[in-house]
């Protein structure tokens, strides 16, 4: 008798665990990120959204990211090509490292040190994020904290 009522007690706690399963799971979907671009043609034009909504998914808060090296540790002193690439890579990285994608960034304020190099740093942006953008604002600044970079990125990006 001892038997029958343990196994009746461990099939209703096994039961409840699956039950319990199936909600998490749902709650789980439920979770997944939406996104909805709010765009205007000039911000198109200029690669960026006007707003971002979202729904669900986890937040990543990204710390200012600049580099004057690219990856093998080659010098970008000067170039500001080579540290938008360098740059995007790297933020690319810090959000694979947190499970997420560039795709998942949903604003970013850009630091710049020079405006002439906002139209460039425009282009580069549309070519490497494709058509939806995150929410941004671009800031021109007399210098970062190392005389070399030319641009700094913040910003924050909700993935599942």
């Not at 005389?147 to 913040?154: D, M």
Request: cysteine-free.
């Amino acid at each position: 008798m001892e038997n029958f009522a343990r196994r009746k007690f461990l099939g209703k706690l096994a039961l409840l665990g699956g039950m319990v399963g199936v909600g998490s799971a749902r709650a789980a979907e439920a979770q997944a990120p939406t996104r909805q671009f709010v765009k205007r043609d000039a911000s198109q034009a200029s690669g960026y959204s006007q707003s971002v909504i979202t729904q669900g998914g986890r937040i990543i808060w990204l710390a200012g990211h600049a580099t004057d090296k690219d990856a093998s540790g080659k010098s970008l002193a000067g170039d500001f090509e080579g540290q938008v690439r360098a740059v995007f890579a790297f933020i690319e990285d810090t959000l694979k490292k947190s499970g997420g994608k560039l795709s998942d960034m949903v604003t970013m304020t850009v630091f710049l040190t020079d405006p002439r190099n906002h139209k460039t740093f425009t282009n580069m942006r549309r070519e490497i994020l494709g058509d939806n953008f995150p929410a941004s604002a671009s800031i021109a600044i007399s210098h970062l904290a190392t005389p070399a970079l030319l641009l700094e990125i913040q910003g924050v990006a909700v993935i599942a």
